[in-house]
């Protein structure tokens, strides 16, 4: 079993929908989450962070985490073409920095938003 | 603020030499991490660094792959000697940690394509 596992996709949605990308992760220990946009071509970057359960939202985003089901969401409303691109999963074990700030990655989810 | 700095952007070169990727932290920044990208494998940690410190390097592929960090503004990732299934893209990041708390966001350069014939 993957550490963080993300279905590969690519997932299609049509313009103005909500697109609802899914992470399980495996380590019941994992403290931070985190979601990555990656465009083609381009790095990663960092677009939502959570660490409590429940949803935080910030803008069209909302992630959701449910420490209980091991399991981390990323909403994207009114789905916009310029939001296709791969997306990154991320969870750390620690919440503290020092020797437990390092991320596992998914595989990554891609969204493809059609017009 | 300038973010991460890498170079160069992209590298090609022949087996056996040897390659040197660059990188510059963000200013403040205590925790550098070198990280791999191929379609294959995905996103893999290489090796990390705080306070200038390694912490964790067992991403590190061989003995060919080397990286240091002699100040906090500066980390090398060194390939020697460089061979084919080395290519990928190359990414270093940093994060803001800190001693009372850190929420470990880490933030990442532009990459280098490493492509060795």
């Known amino acids: 079993q993957k550490e963080v596992e993300q279905n590969s996709g690519p997932l299609s949605v049509p313009e103005g929908a909500i697109a609802s990308l899914n992470c399980t992760y495996s380590d019941r220990g994992s403290q931070s989450f985190f979601w990555y946009r990656q465009y083609s071509g381009k790095s990663p970057e960092l677009i939502m962070s959570i660490y409590s359960n429940g949803d935080k939202e910030d803008g069209r985003f909302t992630a959701q985490l449910n420490k209980a089901s091991q399991y981390v969401s990323l909403l994207i409303r009114d789905s916009q073409p310029s939001d296709s691109a791969t997306y990154l999963c991320?969870?750390?074990?620690?919440?503290?920095?020092?020797?437990?700030?390092?991320?596992?990655f998914g595989t990554g989810t891609l969204l493809a938003v059609q017009p | 603020d300038a973010g991460v700095i890498q170079s160069p952007r992209h590298e090609v070169t022949e087996m056996g030499q040897e390659v040197t990727l660059r990188c510059k932290p963000i200013?403040?920044?205590?925790?550098l991490f070198w990280y791999r990208q191929t379609m294959m494998r995905g996103l893999e940690l290489l090796i990390y660094f705080n306070n200038n410190v390694p912490i964790d390097d067992s991403g590190m592929p061989e003995d060919r792959f080397s990286a240091k960090m002699p100040n906090a503004s500066f980390s090398t990732l060194k390939i020697q000697p460089s061979e084919p299934r080395d290519s990928a893209v190359y990414f270093c990041?940093?994060?803001?940690?800190?001693?009372?708390?850190?929420?470990?966001?880490?933030?990442f350069g532009p990459g280098t394509r490493l492509t060795v014939l």
């Open positions: 200013s403040g920044h205590n925790s």
């Open positions: 991320a969870v750390n074990r620690g919440r503290y920095g020092g020797a437990t700030n390092k991320l596992i």
């Open positions: 990041a940093s994060s803001p940690t800190s001693g009372r708390s850190s929420y470990n966001e880490q933030f």
